[in-house]
């Protein structure tokens, strides 16, 4: 049986391999641990305020669509307003001008008759003037 002797270099090298693991534990990996741990902050701090400036955006998006969209919409009722009062013009302006042309087309057509009328009498004058000529020259 091997027994294992314990001896005071064993004790030494356990108290040196102890007071090694304190010293580099307090000089080494609690500053690394800190800084890993800050650094995780950072950049989950970092990326919980870019999902919110993101989301931000985006809802700023959403309402600029909208105001967009409302813009658009009046813009049509405008110029469906438009359209209307213009059409509305126009069939009065043609209405107008039809009634304008009807009355000159009546004022001329009584016109033309009248000198028609006028026409036909000189020349019934004339053509009894002509026809008594005609007959007094002949029975000559």
Not at 51 to 67: C, D, G, P, R
Not at 87 to 114: C, F, I, N, P, Y
Request: glycine residues 4%.
């Amino acid at each position: 049986m091997n027994v294992i002797s314990l001896d005071l270099s064993v004790v030494i090298i356990m108290l040196l391999v102890f007071s090694l693991y304190l010293i580099l534990k307090r000089s080494f990996f609690d500053p690394i641990g800190r800084i890993l741990v800050e650094r995780d902050a950072r950049i989950n701090g970092t990326v919980e305020e870019a999902k919110k400036l993101i989301s931000k955006v985006e809802e700023q998006s959403l309402a600029y669509q909208e105001s967009i969209k409302k813009a658009r919409l009046e813009g049509y009722r405008i110029q469906d307003v438009f359209r209307a009062e213009s059409l509305k013009e126009r069939s009065q302006v043609v209405q107008e001008g039809r009634s304008k042309a009807e009355s000159l087309v009546s004022s001329s057509k009584q016109e033309t008759d009248s000198q028609v009328s006028r026409a036909k009498q000189g020349l019934e004058a004339e053509v009894s003037g002509i026809a008594d000529g005609i007959v007094k020259t002949i029975l000559r």
